[in-house]
């Protein structure tokens, strides 16, 4: 019997208020929202994935209309990053192995990474895995199922921190700077398209 593949996480439940009016996660980013592209990458993976955001009448989830998504509303999202790992987590079927968080700022993230930390996980279930740029940390983040409870104690900004200080992650080189690129304000997304990001 086949095992289910861990589930991909997007959080797109944040303000964007660094954007000064602008929604980053609705930019254009090959010739779609970035949301809806980065949601479409990882459903190509074959794995189910789950986006969390502000609302399921927010233009992000009218982006999502087309992608083979589960949309999860967070109805506290301004608390911070741990209410939308909260409600995404429980979203998840009760089957799900492990799950694969991931912002839904990264641009550069593709299906071929996004494959890289399932395949991670498939030869080490039990283990946390990271997506990395050479030595330094970045996302995605696989999670496995044992290390649920405690995220779903999380609280406030901090993402899960806390979690993976207790449990160190094992790194899985991505290419490039795929795995730290996130843009959070105009000037980001000014300089990374001038340096040939589309």
Not at 39 to 47: D, F, Y
Not at 54 to 68: I, K, M, N, S, Y
Not at 86 to 98: I, K, M, Q, S, V
Not at 134 to 163: I, N, Y
């Amino acid at each position: 019997m086949t095992q289910p593949l861990p589930a991909i996480l997007i959080l797109a439940a944040g303000s964007s208020s660094r954007m000064r009016g602008a929604d980053k996660l609705m930019q254009e980013v090959a010739g779609g929202p970035l949301i809806a592209t980065l949601a479409a990458r990882a459903a190509a993976t074959g794995a189910p994935v789950f986006v969390a955001l502000p609302g399921l009448a927010h233009p992000r989830a009218q982006a999502l209309a087309t992608t083979p998504v589960t949309l999860v509303p967070v109805p506290d999202a301004a608390e911070g990053m741990a209410a939308s790992l909260r409600a995404g987590l429980l979203a998840l079927p009760d089957e799900t192995p492990a799950v694969l968080v991931t912002p839904g700022d990264m641009p550069e993230l593709t299906q071929a990474d996004f494959a890289t930390l399932l395949a991670a996980h498939a030869a080490a279930p039990g283990e946390t895995a990271r997506g990395a740029s050479g030595e330094r940390p970045g996302h995605p983040v696989l999670f496995p199922r044992a290390l649920f409870p405690d995220l779903l104690r999380l609280t406030g900004d901090q993402g899960g921190r806390a979690v993976l200080k207790a449990h160190p992650p094992r790194l899985i080189p991505l290419p490039g700077a795929h795995a730290l690129t996130d843009l959070d304000t105009p000037e980001a997304w000014a300089d990374w398209r001038a340096a040939g990001g589309a």
